[in-house]
């Protein structure tokens, strides 16, 4: 993000606000220890009036697509929220299982998914400075994965023992 904002000039707020966003969820998820079933059914219960309101109004104006679009439409705008649930249901369930750090991480994953379909099948643009921010990106995420394997961890319980050593015979 910084190599963009530099070469761009511009402050990407629309991208600080969704990782603010995103990480404060996964965060409040990891805190509050409510099973991810239940805290899906609060957080839908909690959505659900606000959506309801828009489908009301854009009914009420004639642009509500559900009523006009085709039973089997329908009913695949139906199925699509019933598929879209399982995502969620295991995002939940990995706050709970795995630490939060590793959570972040692998979000890295589906808009790199994203950005391969985007260029590799679409034909989406992607320039040398596109390719330098993704590359500082998955650098830093290769260091992190690195920095966790059990080679690592032995060296740095290693340094600790020395560090501790040097502490005590000064």
């Not at 369930?93 to 099948?121: M, N």
Request: hydrophobic content about 50%; glycine content about 6%; proline content about 4%.
């Amino acid at each position: 993000m910084g190599y963009l904002t530099i070469t761009s000039g511009t402050l990407p707020i629309i991208a600080i606000c969704l990782s603010l966003t995103f990480a404060f969820y996964g965060l409040l998820k990891k805190i509050l220890k409510i099973e991810a079933f239940f805290s899906l059914t609060i957080e839908t219960l909690l959505i659900f009036p606000v959506a309801l309101i828009y489908f009301i109004f854009l009914s009420a104006n004639g642009d509500a697509g559900f009523i006009k679009s085709a039973p089997i439409e329908q009913l695949l705008l139906v199925g699509a929220g019933f598929v879209t649930i399982l995502p969620l249901l295991f995002f939940g369930k990995a706050t709970e299982l795995i630490p939060y750090t590793y959570v972040g991480f692998l979000q890295f994953i589906s808009p790199t998914i994203s950005l391969l379909i985007g260029v590799l099948l679409y034909g989406e643009s992607f320039t040398s400075t596109d390719m330098i921010s993704f590359s500082f990106i998955w650098v830093a995420c290769l260091f992190f994965s690195i920095s966790n394997t059990p080679f690592m961890k032995s060296i740095e319980q290693k340094f600790k023992k020395q560090n501790k050593k040097q502490s005590m015979s000064a």
